[in-house]
């Protein structure tokens, strides 16, 4: 996310690009980008999923810039994406396009809320220390990949404005 706005992390490191304004906007995406190798120095294997890693990241970001929780704009989007006839993915490895940084986002809200905070950060540190995804969210969650994808759905379908 960062490398066109001001950083990125890559290989351990956190890049910051030349020229980038020290102010509130940059002050959120260096904790992004600090929870990224956060992340990264405490994985002992690629367990965690990209949408977790980015969807942690935007939750440092957006507590960083006194925000929390989905925008009205972003709930209706997020609801409009989901009822469309091809419901969007989280994606698991990879590169995250640009628009899913938002339902990355919102997924780590959605288990925060169904399941509380700390239990999140237990499923990030323990996927960060090598346990397998599905053990993980079985521990955890109680669920498999498919259950939290549909709670997850379901939760979509009833945010507010």
Not at 79 to 90: G, I, V, W
Request: charged letters at 25%; zero cysteines.
């Amino acid at each position: 996310m960062g490398q066109r706005y001001g950083a990125h992390h890559r290989s351990g490191r956190i890049h910051v690009n030349g020229g980038a304004r020290i102010n509130a906007y940059f002050r959120a995406l260096m904790h992004h980008e600090m929870t990224h190798a956060v992340l990264a120095h405490r994985r002992r294997n690629k367990n965690i999923p990209t949408w977790l890693n980015e969807g942690i990241a935007e939750w440092f970001d957006y507590k960083a810039r006194d925000e929390h929780g989905l925008s009205s704009t972003n709930k209706m989007l997020l609801r409009n994406a989901f009822n469309q006839s091809k419901r969007p993915q989280l994606t698991w490895k990879g590169w995250l396009p640009r628009n899913d940084y938002i339902l990355s986002y919102a997924a780590v809200l959605f288990i925060e809320d169904k399941f509380g905070r700390d239990t999140l950060w237990a499923l990030a540190r323990d996927l960060s220390n090598g346990e397998p995804l599905q053990a993980a969210f079985k521990s955890h969650l109680g669920v498999d990949r498919e259950d939290l994808l549909k709670g997850f759905r379901r939760w979509i379908g009833n945010l507010r404005n």
